[in-house]
């Protein structure tokens, strides 16, 4: 399942990255499906890193 979550991850954050380079390139505006797109991955990986570093620290002071 971890293995899918981050192969869709992975490919997400590919296709919103390049079609970002892209637009910006062409000085072409983005679509609002990429802004939200992009959002969402900005804000999983927010969450993901904030999940992760809470459970790092509990490890650590063994909680």
Same mark, same amino acid.
């Given at each position: 399942? *971890?293995?899918?979550?981050?192969?869709?991850?992975?490919?997400?954050?590919? *296709?919103?990255l390049s079609a970002a !380079?892209?637009? /910006? !390139? #062409?000085?072409?505006? /983005?679509?609002?499906?990429?802004l939200y797109m992009g959002?969402?991955?900005?804000?999983?990986?927010?969450?993901?890193?904030?999940? #992760?570093?809470?459970?790092? *620290?509990?490890?650590i002071f063994g909680g």
């Open positions: 399942m *971890v293995e899918f979550a981050a192969l869709t991850y992975g490919l997400l954050a590919s *296709v919103i !380079k892209r637009n /910006h !390139k #062409l000085r072409q505006p /983005h679509p609002p499906l990429l959002y969402l991955l900005c804000g999983l990986s927010a969450g993901a890193a904030i999940a #992760l570093g809470y459970m790092v *620290v509990r490890t």
